[in-house]
């Protein structure tokens, strides 16, 4: 494109091509390691680390527009199939993956309510920037007339 919003493929980096390559030879010939022979479990373990993944990639360290619902939850898809098709000691399961679904979507479903439910009632509303009381980057500031 000649708005420059897009990098062509000729300009990128000669060694991101080879990287790209190994990462891919990597993944496609992945193998147990000797460390999951150890693996600590409990009940619930799968829940757990489905609401553990939703709130970290709720991050800031998230680009903007990977934090919002869809994208957050393919890329969560996306992770946790490939850990449980190339990772786990066991094989795939699907009980697994469905247990990781459903702590994803219950964290959503808990942190969705809990902010309309602050804004149902007009409680204080948490600025990013400072973690304080305050005004979201996205409000405006209005002031009365003189």
Do not use: K
Not at 36 to 50: A, K, N
Not at 59 to 84: N, Q, T
Not at 103 to 122: C, N, P, S
């Amino acid at each position: 494109m000649s708005d420059g919003t897009c990098i062509a493929i000729r300009r990128a980096p000669p060694c991101a091509a080879w990287l790209v390559a190994l990462f891919a030879l990597l993944l496609c010939t992945a193998a147990p390691c000797a460390a999951q022979c150890c693996r600590v479990s409990f009940p619930g373990d799968e829940l757990v680390i489905g609401g553990s993944a939703n709130v970290l990639l709720r991050g800031p360290w998230m680009s903007a527009a990977w934090r919002r619902p869809l994208p957050r939850l393919a890329v969560f898809a996306l992770g946790s199939f490939a850990y449980e098709r190339y990772f786990d000691q066991s094989g795939w399961e699907w009980r697994d993956f469905n247990q990781r679904l459903a702590g994803y979507v219950a964290t959503e479903a808990i942190v969705t309510g809990v902010r309309w439910l602050r804004r149902r009632l007009g409680g204080p509303r948490l600025s990013y920037s400072t973690g304080r009381p305050g005004l979201d980057a996205t409000e405006e500031v209005s002031h009365p007339p003189p």
